[in-house]
């Protein structure tokens, strides 16, 4: 009886029931896209139509087929693609060098109670501070280039990196980490083998808030000193009172942050099917 259920099950059978509860979640995830698509479009048609009819000024909101008309020329002359390029890896690199050096950190105070203890309260005091102010330091040391920028979205996210994985590992199962000292287990493989994987989630969810924390440094980056990017057209923008200009960058850099957020969604897909296929 158990060999012919677990022949259908490695068959890949489904039941009748579980066939229609399968089919419902994917009604259900049409109708989700459905209503945000038609969400979308309502906006976009709402806010033209706003525009044409002097509902609101165009000038201070431009419209959609404004922002798609200059969209079009920007691209052509090969400008925005450069400056889109510019800003895209400014913050790949901010938000990868601050991701890493954030878990790094963590991991040296989680290695090291005294420090965990001394450092504690300067990471609180170094995360209530708001990192813009930290621009025109970085500006003088640094030097009025992409390195200062970069440094802006790093100091963004390296802090609430630390915090968010140094609070992540304290909190492993202490079950486990007796069972694995009782085992003779070292400290170092304690980390390895139960602290650091039990945390993915942790750190999955940090490097979601890294995604909007990055592009805000750079673009904040870019306002303070700035030669290319997306922040620096916005700057422009508001300079030459092109509002429009102004509109369409700040609708490109939400597109892009959610890009990204979306890829590491999928990366967070990927690592659970993978832990529950290894567990």
């Known amino acids: 009886m158990i060999d012919g259920i677990k022949r259908w099950l490695e068959r890949g059978a489904v039941s009748p029931l579980h ?17 945000r698509t038609a ?33 079009v020329n920007l691209t052509v002359s090969g400008e925005l693609l450069h400056h889109i390029a510019v800003t895209l890896v400014e913050t790949l690199i901010g938000f990868a060098i601050g991701t890493a050096a954030g878990t790094a950190l963590a991991t040296l105070i989680w290695a090291s109670p005294m420090l965990s203890r001394v450092l504690d309260p ?20 640094i030097g009025a280039g992409y390195g200062s920028i970069i440094a802006m979205g790093v100091a963004i996210t390296i802090i609430i990196t ?44 940090a490097i979601k808030v890294n995604v909007g924390l990055s592009w ?6 870019e306002f303070l000193v700035s030669k290319a990017g997306l922040g620096y057209l916005i700057i422009y923008g508001f300079q030459v009172f092109n509002l429009t200009l102004v509109m369409l960058n700040l609708l490109i850099v939400a597109l892009l ?9 999928r990366v967070e897909r990927h ?9």
């Open 122 to 141: 300067y990471l609180v005091v170094l995360n209530s501070m708001p990192k813009v102010a930290l621009g025109p330091l970085f500006i003088v040391a």
């Open 19 to 35: 066939a229609e509860h399968l089919r419902r979640m994917r009604l259900r995830e049409w109708k989700i896209a459905f209503y």
């Open 216 to 221: 805000v440094g750079v673009i904040v980056g």
């Open 162 to 205: 630390t915090l968010v994985m140094h609070q992540s590992f304290k909190s492993a199962n202490p079950d486990h980490l007796i069972l694995a000292r009782a085992l003779g287990a070292t400290r170092s493989q304690l980390f390895v083998k139960i602290i650091f994987p039990s945390s993915i989630p942790d750190l999955i969810a």
């Open 257 to 265: 942050a959610t890009l990204m957020y979306l890829a590491v969604s």
């Open 271 to 279: 690592l659970l099917r993978h832990r529950e296929a290894g567990g």
């Open 39 to 71: 969400i979308l479009l309502l906006f976009i048609i709402g806010w033209e139509w706003a525009a044409r009819e002097r509902v609101i000024d165009p000038f201070l909101f431009s419209s959609p087929s404004l922002m798609w008309n200059l969209a």
